[in-house]
């Protein structure tokens, strides 16, 4: 293979993409740099500029003309950073949310018709094509944070949850499938009947696979919303991707209005009670229980939203 192979293929596939028309490919006035930054400030709500600058390897100067156009069409608020008042902190308006929606159903009806003109016996050498080209490109590079994209659960996310979570407290914790059960009947109350705007699910992906999950739900409360499901993949572990998730559902949630946060867990699950209680989680309660196949101590947590945010 030579320096002009890899080239051509380059040339080959933006031009499959539309990446050098991407406003018009996707009948929008953001090129595909623009739609990218907003694919980021939509998968994590609330973020530095900083923080931008270095997952997209973008240049100051650019990342400041994209985030002023944001500003001027109503998409994004910048403020200064209650950590860090020399970093500015960038965050989705209603409107912005709801274009990084639309920018995004477009590109997997555009990435879906793509995929319809290949024939289904072709599409898993594709696949394995296309994972063969990543792999080898990152010459046994470790993962970094800033490869990990979180996204809305796409056919089988799912049920991938159901089975992860199954297989790993299995394995990790020795519960039977009465926790399975358990998870299977949240997952299908999701998705048979959920608020859209109120209600979502995270998928973190890692090289093209899911790595981790968190759900946000409405609690039987009034003005509450409760965080189910968290999990991480052991070997995506150390990445903060538990963080993420979290930070996720606290924005979302108080994005749109809840006044507490709550959740349920078991106090044997020590890594995310650490988790919990960074992002500000209070104990309320505990009891010890007899589920999974265990004796349990669960406990129960809360997280004003009404109060200023970190």
């Not at 990084?100 to 995929?115: F, I, M, Q, T």
Request: proline content about 5%; hydrophobic content about 35%; some cysteine.
């Amino acid at each position: 293979m030579t320096v002009h192979d890899i080239r051509a293929f380059n040339r080959f596939y933006t031009n499959v993409i539309g990446a050098l028309d991407y406003s018009r490919h996707l009948y929008a006035p953001y090129t595909l740099t623009e739609s990218r930054v907003l694919y980021e400030l939509a998968h994590s709500p609330r973020t530095d500029a900083a923080d931008l600058r270095t997952e997209l390897s973008l240049d100051a100067g650019y990342l400041s003309r994209i985030l002023n156009k944001f500003e001027r069409d109503g998409l994004i608020e910048r403020t200064a950073s209650r950590q860090d008042p020399r970093r500015r902190r960038v965050t989705l308006t209603a409107r912005g949310r709801e274009t990084g929606k639309l920018l995004e159903e477009r590109a997997n009806e555009s990435v879906g018709s793509l995929l319809s003109t290949v024939p289904e016996s072709d599409r898993p050498r594709l696949a394995e094509a296309m994972t063969t080209v990543r792999a080898i490109l990152s010459d046994g590079r470790p993962p970094r944070r800033e490869d990990v994209l979180l996204r809305e659960p796409g056919p089988g996310d799912l049920g991938w949850i159901v089975q992860r979570n199954a297989a790993l407290y299995a394995a990790e914790y020795g519960w039977n499938t009465d926790y399975e059960g358990l998870v299977a009947r949240i997952v299908a109350d999701f998705a048979e009947d959920h608020d859209p705007h109120l209600e979502r699910v995270w998928i973190a992906e890692l090289d093209g696979r899911p790595v981790g999950s968190v759900m946000c739900v409405r609690d039987e409360a009034p003005g509450t919303a409760r965080l189910r499901l968290l999990l991480v993949e052991p070997e995506a572990r150390g990445l903060g991707i538990g963080d993420r998730l979290v930070t996720a559902v606290v924005d979302f949630a108080r994005g749109v209005g809840y006044r507490e946060l709550v959740l349920w867990t078991n106090d044997v699950l020590a890594a995310a009670r650490r988790l919990y209680q960074r992002h500000g989680f209070v104990l309320t309660a505990e009891k010890p229980h007899r589920s999974f196949g265990k004796d349990l101590n669960g406990q129960d947590w809360r997280l004003d939203l009404q109060g200023t945010p970190e």
